[in-house]
Protein backbone atom coordinates (compact mmCIF):
# COMPACT_ATOMS: atom_id res chain seq x y z
CA UNK A 1 0.00 0.00 0.00
CA UNK A 2 2.62 3.15 1.28
CA UNK A 3 5.87 1.56 -0.38
CA UNK A 4 8.79 4.44 -0.97
CA UNK A 5 11.38 3.64 -3.30
CA UNK A 6 13.87 1.56 -2.16
CA UNK A 7 17.25 0.85 -3.15
CA UNK A 8 18.40 -2.86 -3.54
CA UNK A 9 22.24 -3.09 -2.60
CA UNK A 10 22.80 -3.20 -6.23
CA UNK A 11 21.33 -0.30 -7.12
CA UNK A 12 23.36 1.30 -4.46
CA UNK A 13 26.92 0.36 -5.49
CA UNK A 14 25.97 1.36 -9.33
CA UNK A 15 24.85 4.63 -7.72
CA UNK A 16 27.72 5.43 -6.04
CA UNK A 17 30.19 3.97 -8.89
CA UNK A 18 28.61 6.42 -10.97
CA UNK A 19 29.00 9.38 -9.01
CA UNK A 20 27.58 12.79 -9.13
CA UNK A 21 23.99 12.97 -8.36
CA UNK A 22 23.16 9.63 -8.67
CA UNK A 23 25.63 9.11 -5.72
CA UNK A 24 24.09 12.08 -3.54
CA UNK A 25 20.40 10.35 -3.56
CA UNK A 26 22.18 7.11 -2.87
CA UNK A 27 23.76 8.96 0.41
CA UNK A 28 20.79 10.61 1.33
CA UNK A 29 18.42 7.44 1.04
CA UNK A 30 21.61 5.60 3.17
CA UNK A 31 21.09 8.78 5.88
CA UNK A 32 17.05 8.32 6.03
CA UNK A 33 17.70 4.59 6.44
CA UNK A 34 20.65 3.86 8.57
CA UNK A 35 21.33 6.61 10.60
CA UNK A 36 18.38 5.50 12.95
CA UNK A 37 20.20 2.25 13.77
CA UNK A 38 23.29 3.57 14.19
CA UNK A 39 22.23 6.64 16.47
CA UNK A 40 20.69 4.08 18.36
CA UNK A 41 23.81 1.60 18.72
CA UNK A 42 26.34 4.49 19.95
CA UNK A 43 23.45 5.95 22.55
CA UNK A 44 23.17 2.53 24.02
CA UNK A 45 27.05 2.38 24.69
CA UNK A 46 27.45 5.74 26.10
CA UNK A 47 27.83 7.59 23.34
CA UNK A 48 25.95 11.11 21.89
CA UNK A 49 24.12 12.00 18.84
CA UNK A 50 27.23 13.78 18.21
CA UNK A 51 28.98 11.30 18.28
CA UNK A 52 26.81 9.32 16.39
CA UNK A 53 26.77 11.90 13.52
CA UNK A 54 30.11 11.93 13.14
CA UNK A 55 30.81 8.23 12.96
CA UNK A 56 27.76 7.83 10.53
CA UNK A 57 29.39 10.48 8.15
CA UNK A 58 33.10 8.85 8.31
CA UNK A 59 31.43 5.25 7.89
CA UNK A 60 29.48 6.20 5.02
CA UNK A 61 33.26 7.86 3.56
CA UNK A 62 34.64 4.66 3.82
CA UNK A 63 32.01 2.50 2.91
CA UNK A 64 31.88 4.77 -0.76
CA UNK A 65 35.58 4.49 -0.93
CA UNK A 66 35.54 0.45 -0.25
CA UNK A 67 32.76 0.51 -2.93
CA UNK A 68 35.27 2.42 -5.65
CA UNK A 69 37.78 0.79 -5.16
CA UNK A 70 36.61 -2.97 -4.49
CA UNK A 71 37.41 -3.50 -0.95
CA UNK A 72 33.31 -4.08 -1.06
CA UNK A 73 32.93 -7.47 -2.41
CA UNK A 74 29.64 -7.35 -1.59
CA UNK A 75 30.07 -10.43 0.81
CA UNK A 76 27.52 -9.21 3.15
CA UNK A 77 24.28 -6.38 2.90
CA UNK A 78 25.41 -3.12 2.70
CA UNK A 79 23.50 -1.61 5.93
CA UNK A 80 25.28 -4.84 8.09
CA UNK A 81 28.62 -3.99 6.62
CA UNK A 82 27.85 -0.01 7.36
CA UNK A 83 26.64 -0.63 10.40
CA UNK A 84 29.99 -2.96 10.91
CA UNK A 85 32.03 0.17 9.92
CA UNK A 86 30.19 2.35 12.66
CA UNK A 87 30.96 -0.32 15.40
CA UNK A 88 34.44 -0.56 14.96
CA UNK A 89 35.32 2.82 14.50
CA UNK A 90 32.89 3.67 17.73
CA UNK A 91 34.51 1.02 19.71
CA UNK A 92 38.24 2.00 18.68
CA UNK A 93 37.07 5.91 19.28
CA UNK A 94 35.53 4.63 22.99
CA UNK A 95 38.75 2.61 23.75
CA UNK A 96 40.22 5.51 22.91
CA UNK A 97 39.51 7.79 25.40
CA UNK A 98 39.32 5.02 28.07
CA UNK A 99 42.63 5.72 27.60
CA UNK A 100 42.81 9.00 27.90
CA UNK A 101 41.05 9.23 30.84
CA UNK A 102 42.48 6.25 32.43
CA UNK A 103 38.94 5.40 33.44
CA UNK A 104 38.30 2.09 35.06
CA UNK A 105 35.39 0.47 33.67
CA UNK A 106 34.38 -3.26 33.06
CA UNK A 107 33.78 -2.80 29.13
CA UNK A 108 33.83 -5.70 27.40
CA UNK A 109 36.13 -6.54 25.06
CA UNK A 110 35.26 -5.87 21.69
CA UNK A 111 36.42 -7.08 18.64
CA UNK A 112 37.32 -3.90 16.90
CA UNK A 113 38.78 -4.18 13.39
CA UNK A 114 42.08 -2.24 13.27
CA UNK A 115 41.57 -1.62 9.84
CA UNK A 116 38.74 0.42 10.03
CA UNK A 117 40.29 4.01 9.93
CA UNK A 118 39.92 6.34 13.07
CA UNK A 119 38.10 9.78 12.51
CA UNK A 120 40.66 12.23 10.94
CA UNK A 121 39.95 15.77 12.26
CA UNK A 122 40.82 18.51 10.55
CA UNK A 123 41.62 22.31 12.13
CA UNK A 124 40.45 24.85 10.21
CA UNK A 125 43.57 26.30 9.20
CA UNK A 126 44.83 22.89 7.86
CA UNK A 127 41.76 22.55 6.11
CA UNK A 128 42.54 26.12 4.81
CA UNK A 129 45.83 25.29 3.69
CA UNK A 130 44.77 22.29 2.37
CA UNK A 131 42.29 24.21 -0.25
CA UNK A 132 44.44 26.68 -0.73
CA UNK A 133 47.34 24.39 -2.32
CA UNK A 134 44.93 22.28 -4.36
CA UNK A 135 43.60 25.45 -5.45
CA UNK A 136 46.63 26.38 -6.99
CA UNK A 137 46.63 23.71 -9.30
CA UNK A 138 45.40 23.86 -12.86
CA UNK A 139 41.89 23.46 -13.30
CA UNK A 140 41.28 19.87 -15.18
CA UNK A 141 44.58 18.39 -12.68
CA UNK A 142 42.40 19.35 -9.85
CA UNK A 143 39.48 17.37 -11.44
CA UNK A 144 41.73 13.98 -12.44
CA UNK A 145 43.38 13.94 -9.28
CA UNK A 146 40.02 14.07 -6.85
CA UNK A 147 39.05 11.54 -8.97
CA UNK A 148 42.21 9.58 -8.93
CA UNK A 149 42.09 10.18 -4.81
CA UNK A 150 38.33 9.02 -4.82
CA UNK A 151 39.71 5.19 -5.98
CA UNK A 152 38.58 5.35 -9.32
CA UNK A 153 40.19 3.19 -11.96
CA UNK A 154 42.40 5.31 -15.29
CA UNK A 155 39.35 3.50 -17.33
CA UNK A 156 36.69 5.42 -15.03
CA UNK A 157 38.68 8.56 -15.17
CA UNK A 158 39.30 8.34 -19.07
CA UNK A 159 35.59 7.56 -19.40
CA UNK A 160 35.09 11.08 -17.02
CA UNK A 161 36.70 13.41 -18.77
CA UNK A 162 36.90 12.24 -21.92
CA UNK A 163 40.04 10.85 -22.81
CA UNK A 164 40.53 8.35 -25.33
CA UNK A 165 41.99 5.48 -22.77
CA UNK A 166 43.25 5.02 -19.56
CA UNK A 167 46.92 5.60 -21.02
CA UNK A 168 46.34 9.05 -21.71
CA UNK A 169 44.43 9.70 -17.97
CA UNK A 170 47.25 8.26 -16.81
CA UNK A 171 50.29 10.21 -18.45
CA UNK A 172 48.29 13.15 -17.55
CA UNK A 173 47.67 11.68 -13.97
CA UNK A 174 51.79 11.77 -13.98
CA UNK A 175 51.96 15.04 -14.52
CA UNK A 176 49.16 16.41 -12.40
CA UNK A 177 50.87 14.93 -9.66
CA UNK A 178 54.05 15.91 -10.42
CA UNK A 179 52.51 19.42 -10.31
CA UNK A 180 50.98 18.75 -6.99
CA UNK A 181 54.83 17.33 -5.81
CA UNK A 182 56.56 20.96 -7.02
CA UNK A 183 53.63 22.73 -4.99
CA UNK A 184 54.42 21.01 -1.88
CA UNK A 185 57.99 21.43 -2.08
CA UNK A 186 58.11 24.79 -2.49
CA UNK A 187 55.82 25.29 0.16
CA UNK A 188 57.06 25.12 3.78
CA UNK A 189 53.28 25.21 5.70
CA UNK A 190 52.21 22.23 3.51
CA UNK A 191 55.54 20.12 4.79
CA UNK A 192 54.64 20.78 8.26
CA UNK A 193 51.00 19.55 7.66
CA UNK A 194 52.28 16.73 5.83
CA UNK A 195 54.51 15.91 9.05
CA UNK A 196 51.27 16.76 11.11
CA UNK A 197 49.11 14.45 9.06
CA UNK A 198 51.79 11.47 9.34
CA UNK A 199 51.70 11.34 5.92
CA UNK B 1 71.24 8.34 -7.87
CA UNK B 2 73.35 5.24 -9.84
CA UNK B 3 70.41 5.67 -12.60
CA UNK B 4 68.21 8.29 -13.08
CA UNK B 5 64.82 7.43 -13.16
CA UNK B 6 62.07 9.37 -14.66
CA UNK B 7 58.89 10.68 -12.58
CA UNK B 8 56.58 8.48 -15.00
CA UNK B 9 58.81 5.59 -14.01
CA UNK B 10 58.60 5.83 -10.28
CA UNK B 11 54.86 6.14 -10.58
CA UNK B 12 54.95 3.29 -12.57
CA UNK B 13 56.64 1.62 -9.97
CA UNK B 14 53.78 2.77 -7.25
CA UNK B 15 50.72 1.99 -9.34
CA UNK B 16 51.97 -1.49 -9.86
CA UNK B 17 52.62 -1.17 -13.59
CA UNK B 18 56.27 -2.54 -13.60
CA UNK B 19 57.07 -6.16 -15.20
CA UNK B 20 58.08 -8.47 -12.24
CA UNK B 21 61.94 -8.45 -12.95
CA UNK B 22 61.87 -4.30 -13.64
CA UNK B 23 59.98 -3.83 -10.28
CA UNK B 24 62.64 -6.57 -8.30
CA UNK B 25 65.20 -4.81 -9.68
CA UNK B 26 63.63 -1.21 -9.00
CA UNK B 27 63.26 -2.27 -5.27
CA UNK B 28 67.05 -3.38 -5.10
CA UNK B 29 68.40 -0.13 -6.00
CA UNK B 30 65.55 1.68 -3.42
CA UNK B 31 67.49 -0.37 -0.77
CA UNK B 32 71.18 0.71 -2.29
CA UNK B 33 70.18 4.04 -3.02
CA UNK B 34 69.50 6.62 -0.33
CA UNK B 35 68.71 8.90 -2.86
CA UNK B 36 66.19 7.25 -4.92
CA UNK B 37 64.23 5.96 -1.92
CA UNK B 38 63.94 9.75 -0.94
CA UNK B 39 62.04 10.15 -4.23
CA UNK B 40 60.30 6.94 -3.85
CA UNK B 41 59.44 8.58 -0.94
CA UNK B 42 58.02 12.12 -1.94
CA UNK B 43 55.92 10.59 -4.45
CA UNK B 44 54.33 8.61 -1.68
CA UNK B 45 53.68 11.70 0.14
CA UNK B 46 51.95 13.21 -2.90
CA UNK B 47 49.87 10.83 -3.32
CA UNK B 48 49.00 10.37 0.19
CA UNK B 49 47.76 13.86 0.41
CA UNK B 50 46.20 13.97 -2.59
CA UNK B 51 43.93 10.84 -1.26
CA UNK B 52 44.09 12.57 2.12
CA UNK B 53 42.40 15.44 0.32
CA UNK B 54 39.79 13.51 -2.03
CA UNK B 55 38.85 12.06 1.45
CA UNK B 56 38.07 14.88 2.97
CA UNK B 57 36.17 16.27 0.19
CA UNK B 58 33.46 12.96 0.37
CA UNK B 59 33.37 14.18 3.74
CA UNK B 60 32.21 17.45 3.50
CA UNK B 61 29.76 16.17 0.94
CA UNK B 62 28.65 13.77 3.07
CA UNK B 63 28.37 16.10 5.95
CA UNK B 64 26.54 18.61 3.09
CA UNK B 65 24.19 15.89 2.27
CA UNK B 66 22.97 15.16 5.99
CA UNK B 67 22.26 18.60 7.08
CA UNK B 68 20.32 18.83 4.36
CA UNK B 69 18.18 15.91 4.89
CA UNK B 70 18.52 16.75 8.48
CA UNK B 71 16.98 20.48 7.51
CA UNK B 72 14.35 18.72 5.32
CA UNK B 73 13.53 17.01 8.72
CA UNK B 74 12.78 19.79 10.82
CA UNK B 75 9.85 22.29 11.90
CA UNK B 76 11.22 25.08 10.13
CA UNK B 77 11.65 22.88 6.48
CA UNK B 78 8.02 21.55 6.68
CA UNK B 79 6.50 25.17 7.33
CA UNK B 80 8.33 25.91 4.50
CA UNK B 81 6.32 23.12 2.48
CA UNK B 82 3.38 24.02 4.38
CA UNK B 83 3.94 27.29 2.02
CA UNK B 84 4.43 25.74 -1.01
CA UNK B 85 1.57 23.43 -0.20
CA UNK B 86 -0.93 26.44 -0.13
CA UNK B 87 0.24 27.74 -3.10
CA UNK B 88 -0.31 24.15 -4.75
CA UNK B 89 -3.86 24.50 -3.03
CA UNK B 90 -4.29 27.86 -5.14
CA UNK B 91 -3.38 25.98 -8.23
CA UNK B 92 -5.95 23.71 -7.32
CA UNK B 93 -9.06 25.97 -6.88
CA UNK B 94 -8.20 27.19 -9.93
CA UNK B 95 -8.72 24.03 -12.19
CA UNK B 96 -7.94 19.89 -10.96
CA UNK B 97 -10.64 18.52 -9.44
CA UNK B 98 -8.62 15.50 -9.76
CA UNK B 99 -5.75 17.28 -7.95
CA UNK B 100 -8.37 17.59 -5.22
CA UNK B 101 -9.08 14.16 -5.09
CA UNK B 102 -5.71 13.22 -4.84
CA UNK B 103 -4.91 15.86 -1.93
CA UNK B 104 -7.87 16.47 -0.08
CA UNK B 105 -8.97 12.67 0.29
CA UNK B 106 -8.51 11.44 3.73
CA UNK B 107 -7.18 8.25 2.41
CA UNK B 108 -5.20 10.07 -0.42
CA UNK B 109 -3.78 12.26 2.91
CA UNK B 110 -3.24 9.27 5.23
CA UNK B 111 -1.42 7.25 2.37
CA UNK B 112 0.80 10.80 1.53
CA UNK B 113 1.50 11.61 5.05
CA UNK B 114 2.64 7.77 6.23
CA UNK B 115 5.85 6.10 5.47
CA UNK B 116 7.53 3.60 7.41
CA UNK B 117 9.03 4.23 10.73
CA UNK B 118 13.12 2.99 10.66
CA UNK B 119 14.50 -0.28 11.47
CA UNK B 120 16.62 1.55 14.78
CA UNK B 121 17.83 -1.93 15.66
CA UNK B 122 20.74 -4.12 13.55
CA UNK B 123 20.20 -7.29 12.15
CA UNK B 124 23.40 -8.26 12.82
CA UNK B 125 24.45 -12.33 13.11
CA UNK B 126 25.21 -12.19 16.97
CA UNK B 127 21.49 -11.35 17.31
CA UNK B 128 19.84 -13.84 14.70
CA UNK B 129 18.14 -15.97 17.48
CA UNK B 130 16.48 -12.65 18.89
CA UNK B 131 12.55 -13.26 18.49
CA UNK B 132 12.58 -9.23 17.71
CA UNK B 133 15.17 -9.09 15.16
CA UNK B 134 13.82 -11.70 13.39
CA UNK B 135 10.41 -9.49 12.97
CA UNK B 136 12.45 -6.47 12.30
CA UNK B 137 14.45 -8.34 9.47
CA UNK B 138 10.86 -9.10 7.65
CA UNK B 139 9.95 -5.63 9.00
CA UNK B 140 13.35 -4.91 6.55
CA UNK B 141 12.18 -6.77 3.98
CA UNK B 142 8.70 -5.56 3.81
CA UNK B 143 7.14 -9.08 4.91
CA UNK B 144 4.57 -6.83 7.11
CA UNK B 145 2.38 -10.12 7.48
CA UNK B 146 5.03 -12.28 9.00
CA UNK B 147 6.37 -9.10 11.26
CA UNK B 148 3.32 -9.27 12.22
CA UNK B 149 2.49 -12.87 13.15
CA UNK B 150 6.34 -12.61 15.12
CA UNK B 151 5.81 -9.19 16.80
CA UNK B 152 2.59 -10.58 18.07
CA UNK B 153 4.60 -13.62 19.81
CA UNK B 154 6.46 -11.81 22.09
CA UNK B 155 5.11 -11.23 25.36
CA UNK B 156 4.44 -8.10 27.62
CA UNK B 157 7.10 -9.45 30.19
CA UNK B 158 9.86 -9.09 27.13
CA UNK B 159 11.73 -6.41 27.29
CA UNK B 160 11.40 -5.99 23.92
CA UNK B 161 7.90 -5.71 23.87
CA UNK B 162 7.45 -2.03 23.61
CA UNK B 163 9.56 -1.99 20.50
CA UNK B 164 7.63 -5.12 19.23
CA UNK B 165 4.28 -3.28 19.50
CA UNK B 166 5.40 -0.16 18.26
CA UNK B 167 6.57 -1.56 15.09
CA UNK B 168 3.55 -3.97 15.05
CA UNK B 169 1.63 -1.18 14.79
CA UNK B 170 3.51 0.18 12.17
CA UNK B 171 3.61 -3.51 9.96
CA UNK B 172 -0.20 -3.59 10.49
CA UNK B 173 -1.22 -0.13 9.48
CA UNK B 174 1.74 -0.89 6.67
CA UNK B 175 -0.18 -4.28 5.77
CA UNK B 176 -3.95 -2.21 5.48
CA UNK B 177 -5.05 -2.95 9.32
CA UNK B 178 -5.37 -0.02 10.71
CA UNK B 179 -7.88 -1.13 13.40
CA UNK B 180 -5.10 -3.25 15.26
CA UNK B 181 -2.48 -0.59 14.86
CA UNK B 182 -4.38 1.52 17.10
CA UNK B 183 -4.51 -1.56 19.73
CA UNK B 184 -0.79 -1.72 19.37
CA UNK B 185 -0.19 2.38 19.24
CA UNK B 186 -2.27 2.54 22.48
CA UNK B 187 -0.33 -0.20 24.39
CA UNK B 188 2.65 1.69 23.34
CA UNK B 189 1.58 5.09 24.66
CA UNK B 190 0.15 3.41 27.70
CA UNK B 191 3.68 2.17 28.54
CA UNK B 192 4.84 5.76 28.14
CA UNK B 193 7.76 5.52 26.40
CA UNK B 194 10.76 7.98 26.03
CA UNK B 195 11.73 6.31 22.88
CA UNK B 196 8.78 5.72 21.24
CA UNK B 197 6.14 7.70 22.43
CA UNK B 198 5.80 10.71 20.58
CA UNK B 199 6.38 8.17 17.18
CA UNK B 200 3.44 6.03 18.54
CA UNK B 201 1.11 9.37 18.87
CA UNK B 202 2.13 10.75 15.26
CA UNK B 203 1.19 6.74 13.78
CA UNK B 204 -2.04 6.60 15.97
CA UNK B 205 -3.22 10.06 14.68
CA UNK B 206 -2.96 8.33 10.68
CA UNK B 207 -4.17 5.14 12.20
CA UNK B 208 -7.29 6.39 13.57
CA UNK B 209 -7.64 9.09 10.62
CA UNK B 210 -7.70 5.78 8.03
CA UNK B 211 -10.16 4.08 10.43
CA UNK B 212 -12.75 6.93 9.92
CA UNK B 213 -12.28 8.51 13.29
CA UNK B 214 -11.06 11.78 12.25
CA UNK B 215 -12.63 13.42 15.45
CA UNK B 216 -10.55 11.55 17.72
CA UNK B 217 -7.21 11.87 15.06
CA UNK B 218 -7.36 15.76 14.79
CA UNK B 219 -7.24 15.78 18.75
CA UNK B 220 -3.85 13.64 18.55
CA UNK B 221 -2.05 15.97 15.78
CA UNK B 222 -3.14 19.02 17.63
CA UNK B 223 -1.20 17.13 20.84
CA UNK B 224 1.55 16.78 18.37
CA UNK B 225 1.87 20.23 17.01
CA UNK B 226 1.26 21.75 20.30
CA UNK B 227 3.94 19.99 22.19
CA UNK B 228 6.48 20.42 19.08
CA UNK B 229 6.72 16.32 18.70
CA UNK B 230 7.78 13.60 16.78
CA UNK B 231 6.49 14.73 12.62
CA UNK B 232 4.63 18.31 13.73
CA UNK B 233 5.36 20.00 10.85
CA UNK B 234 3.88 16.84 9.56
CA UNK B 235 0.72 16.82 11.47
CA UNK B 236 1.00 20.77 10.98
CA UNK B 237 0.32 20.32 7.54
CA UNK B 238 -2.40 17.32 8.05
CA UNK B 239 -5.01 19.30 10.00
CA UNK B 240 -4.37 22.24 7.69
CA UNK B 241 -5.82 19.78 5.10
CA UNK B 242 -8.25 18.25 7.29
CA UNK B 243 -9.65 21.77 7.85
CA UNK B 244 -9.39 22.56 4.32
CA UNK B 245 -13.18 23.87 2.44
CA UNK B 246 -11.95 22.16 -0.58
CA UNK B 247 -12.71 18.38 1.29
CA UNK B 248 -16.41 19.82 1.08
CA UNK B 249 -16.60 19.27 -2.46
CA UNK B 250 -18.93 16.61 -3.82
CA UNK B 251 -16.87 13.81 -3.85
CA UNK B 252 -13.67 14.28 -2.56
CA UNK B 253 -14.01 12.25 0.90
Known amino acids: ?199 | MARQYTFDQIEDYLDGNLPEGERLDFEREIESDAELKNEVSRHIQARKLNEFHARQQLKEKVKNIYDQVKAEESPSAGFSMMKIAAVIALFILAGGYFYVYQTYSSGKMVENAFEPYPNRYGTMGDQLEDTFIQGMKYYDMENYQKAIDIFREIPESDPQYVPAQFYLGVSCFSGDEPASSITAFQTVIAQDSKLYNEAATWYLSLALLENGDEDKAKEYLREIVNNDEYRADKAQKLLRKLDSPLRYLPGVD
Do not use: H
Open chain 1, 1 to 199: MFRKKKYSDELLVNAIKTGGKEEDDAITYLIKNEYGKIENLIIKRNGSVADAEDIFQEAISVLIMNIRNGTFKGESSIATYLFAICKSMWFKRFKKYIRETDYQTNMIAYDVDESTPEIEILEDEQKALLNELFGRLRENCKELLLWWGSSYSMAEIADKLNFSNAQVAMNKKNKCLSQLRNLMDQDPKVQMLVKELGL
